[in-house]
């Protein structure tokens, strides 16, 4: 991957956009060469037209002292991605690529907003205000249409109009859906969670058990009706869970080697029936994934990008 930097970038978040183009968010820190203790923090925007061989900066959003970059959200039209200063006022990173490439940083004006899920072009995201949380809707132009109570969430989905949402790392009742009546309803999930992801007909929370095995349940079209998907104990927490909303589903699952982490590609094409286990190599690197057509990629912090070419299943 020529043209990102050589050293002091972290890449956050990336997917391919079709066939050729893809694009990266990431965080670089870079130091004065004059004063070594000195260092600036910028969020950076690459893009690459050749497959991901040659990447070039789009943009670049300097921050002071970047506390926070992450939940990226990706929708029809766009990512979105939350950052957080460290005096507290909150951004967020609207990045279009449809029909042409774009970047702006939004001033919310709410501390601690972080986008959960997107509909109908509509953003949703929580923050929080006196110590308790708020779901907050915002329009295309970051407008806030409804504002509601709501609990502490880390991620969500949609499913046929009601948000399925976790609060990650927690016990018992972890597992919430703001139903179509306007009502919250929590239930318990197997596992403390992780991530939450969109498959077809239904979603799969990843997370590990209480005997720190690592486990991923499907539930359709209600939250009572649950699967188990996987399950292993060969390691001990889920580093990514990606899908192409369909049949595809993908976990990157880590355990530790001494003061390393390793990590292996596991992968099922049909919606969790099979699975298949890939080596990563240098997998301690391991920063992103995304999926597109027939293949999955994985990209390194050594600007490495590793395609695996699977058969997708076409139930």
Request: hydrophobic content about 35%.
């Given at each position: 991957?020529?043209?990102?930097?050589?050293?002091?970038?972290?890449?956050?978040?990336?997917?391919?956009?079709?066939?050729?183009?893809?694009?990266?968010?990431?965080?670089?820190?870079?130091?004065?060469?004059?004063?070594?203790?000195?260092?600036?923090?910028?969020?950076?925007?690459?893009?690459?037209?050749?497959?991901?061989?040659?990447?070039?900066?789009?943009?670049?959003?300097?921050?002071?002292?970047?506390?926070?970059s992450g939940n990226t959200i990706k929708s029809d039209v766009g990512l979105f991605t939350s950052l957080f200063s460290q005096n507290r006022d909150a951004y967020l990173l609207n990045t279009k690529y449809n029909p042409k490439y774009s970047a702006k940083?939004?001033?919310?004006?709410?501390?601690?907003?972080?986008?959960?899920?997107?509909?109908?072009?509509?953003?949703?995201?929580?923050?929080?205000?006196?110590?308790?949380?708020?779901?907050?809707?915002?329009?295309?132009?970051?407008?806030?249409?409804?504002?509601?109570?709501?609990?502490?969430?880390?991620?969500?989905?949609?499913?046929?109009?009601?948000?399925?949402?976790?609060?990650?790392?927690?016990?018992?009742?972890?597992?919430?859906?703001?139903?179509?009546?306007?009502?919250?309803?929590?239930?318990?999930?197997?596992?403390?969670?992780?991530?939450?992801?969109?498959?077809?007909?239904?979603?799969?929370?990843?997370?590990?058990?209480?005997?720190?095995?690592?486990?991923?349940?499907?539930?359709?079209?209600?939250?009572?009706?649950?699967?188990?998907?996987?399950?292993?104990?060969?390691?001990?927490?889920?580093?990514?869970?990606?899908?192409?909303?369909?049949?595809?589903?993908?976990?990157?699952?880590?355990?530790?080697?001494?003061?390393?982490?390793?990590?292996?590609?596991?992968?099922?094409?049909?919606?969790?029936?099979?699975?298949?286990?890939?080596?990563?190599?240098?997998?301690?690197?391991?920063?992103?994934?995304?999926?597109?057509?027939?293949?999955?990629?994985?990209?390194?912090?050594?600007?490495?990008?590793?395609?695996?070419?699977?058969?997708?299943?076409?139930?």
């Amino acid at each position: 991957m020529n043209g990102l930097p050589e050293s002091g970038f972290t890449i956050d978040y990336t997917c391919f956009l079709n066939q050729d183009s893809a694009i990266i968010i990431g965080r670089h820190k870079e130091y004065n060469d004059s004063f070594p203790t000195q260092y600036s923090n910028s969020v950076e925007i690459y893009v690459s037209n050749n497959k991901g061989s040659r990447w070039s900066l789009k943009s670049k959003f300097p921050f002071n002292d970047l506390i926070h970059s992450g939940n990226t959200i990706k929708s029809d039209v766009g990512l979105f991605t939350s950052l957080f200063s460290q005096n507290r006022d909150a951004y967020l990173l609207n990045t279009k690529y449809n029909p042409k490439y774009s970047a702006k940083l939004v001033y919310t004006g709410k501390m601690m907003c972080s986008p959960i899920a997107v509909k109908n072009n509509l953003l949703y995201s929580t923050i929080r205000q006196r110590n308790r949380a708020i779901l907050i809707v915002m329009n295309s132009t970051f407008q806030v249409t409804d504002s509601l109570s709501c609990p502490h969430l880390s991620q969500g989905v949609f499913l046929k109009d009601e948000l399925f949402a976790i609060r990650r790392h927690t016990i018992n009742n972890n597992m919430f859906v703001h139903d179509k009546q306007g009502h919250w309803n929590s239930y318990t999930c197997p596992v403390n969670p992780s991530f939450i992801a969109e498959i077809k007909d239904g979603i799969c929370i990843s997370g590990n058990n209480q005997s720190n095995d690592m486990e991923l349940y499907s539930y359709d079209q209600s939250a009572h009706n649950l699967q188990l998907l996987y399950s292993s104990n060969e390691y001990t927490f889920v580093k990514d869970l990606v899908t192409d909303r369909l049949n595809t589903i993908v976990l990157i699952l880590g355990y530790k080697t001494g003061i390393f982490m390793h990590y292996m590609l596991i992968v099922s094409n049909n919606s969790g029936k099979d699975w298949k286990t890939f080596d990563i190599p240098n997998s301690a690197l391991y920063a992103a994934c995304s999926i597109y057509g027939n293949s999955i990629y994985l990209f390194l912090t050594n600007n490495r990008l590793i395609q695996y070419s699977i058969e997708i299943s076409k139930e």
